[in-house]
């Protein structure tokens, strides 16, 4: 039993080498000996192809396990222990996220050298975006309203959820520096506790590059200053949703991924949810780049459905929207420069990502999307 190679999904859809090396037979085997209810793992069917970390799917004998590893310098155990007892809250609220297992003393998350694993169920539902890079737009609106109406269910089930922050800003979804008073202080502060972030921001003129989102932020933080914290998915997208039917109008099965997951506040993972499936970012060419507003609307009118929406929280969903990724491309670029040192994907992370969302919104080809948004209230 071998693992076969792979590539992973790269920036602009263009397929890459992974960033990990791919799980290995003996390996799996190793990790799951440490879990009475599993027989040896027979074969490794499926390598996931999504970035920051190595996992796939494993068949044993009377059962087949998803199997997840990271590097412990981006997840701890006790980190991983985090999003799992998030999972486990929604699980007890009724929400369709696959089980998290425990090994022989009940950990969910184990820590072996420089690697840490995480072992689930397999989620119920068709993977119709098994093959397609985040951030693909969905295949229809009817994909999008029922994504929309499950993410008011997430919602509504982590009103009551009331865990700290979590322990790493590495890799997870925030609005620290949304929500600050003075954005660059908070960076600056950041910087204090996180030496990999100040690393990569030393090598930039960093305060002056912001310098243009400073008017929105502005704008944005007095209206963000009163909502109210709860836990957020972080990545809603329909890459990590599984579905309950092969065609258009099929509705969402099961939750996948919760690695972003964090307490920040509802509006933000809608904004998120937006961004990452009613834009065609990865085309490369800005001049071309497709919005879909369809989408959007979908998305806003299944969430709706259950948590309706006032005009302005829709203005206030287009005003967050160019801003809604600013916490996590910083995360992205502390990671791409001190955890991978790899430079080139570190100013891809700060020029296309972080700058470039930004600077791509206020052009005239996204007003259609930031119209629709203001118009679902």
Partial sequence: ???????????????????????????????LARYPSLSPPLQLRWHSPRPFSAAARVA?????VFLKRHHAGVRSAAQLAEEHAFIA?????????????????????????????????LAEGLDLYRDA?????????????????MLARLHLAARDYAAPARSTALLVTGDAVLRASDPLAAIAQSCAQRPGLAAALATRDWAQELAPLLPALGALQPRLAA????????????????????????????????????????????????????????????ATR????????????????????????????????????????LSELEYFHAVLRQPAMAAVAWRDFLLGHFAWLAQPR????????????
């Fill in 1 to 31: 039993m071998t693992a076969p190679p792979h590539l992973a999904h790269g920036w602009n859809a263009t397929p890459m080498a992974p960033d990990w090396p791919p799980l290995r037979a003996d390996e799996a085997a190793a990790v």
């Fill in 60 to 64: 044993c004998a009377q059962s087949e």
């Fill in 89 to 121: 809250h929604l699980r007890a609220h009724g929400l369709p996220v696959p089980r998290v297992l425990t090994d022989a003393n009940g950990h969910s998350a184990i820590a072996l050298g420089e690697w840490t694993y995480e072992v689930h169920a």
């Fill in 133 to 149: 890079p985040s951030w693909t737009p969905p295949l229809s609106a009817a994909h999008a309203r029922s994504a929309g109406r």
């Fill in 227 to 286: 909502l109210p914290t709860c836990w957020t998915h972080g990545d809603w997208h329909v890459s990590n949703l599984l579905w309950d039917g092969p065609g258009a109008r099929a509705g969402v099965a099961a939750i996948l991924d919760f690695g972003l997951c964090a307490p920040t506040f509802a509006l933000l993972d809608l904004a998120t949810a937006i961004e990452r499936n009613a834009i065609a970012w990865l085309d490369p060419d800005p």
């Fill in 290 to 329: 497709a919005v879909f507003p369809e989408i959007a609307r979908a998305l806003l009118a299944g969430y709706a459905e259950l948590l309706p929406l006032s005009r302005a929280d829709t203005d206030l969903l287009a005003d967050l929207l160019p801003l809604a990724h600013l916490d996590f491309a």
């Fill in 366 to 377: 996204a007003q259609a999307l930031l119209q629709a948004i203001r118009g679902a209230g």
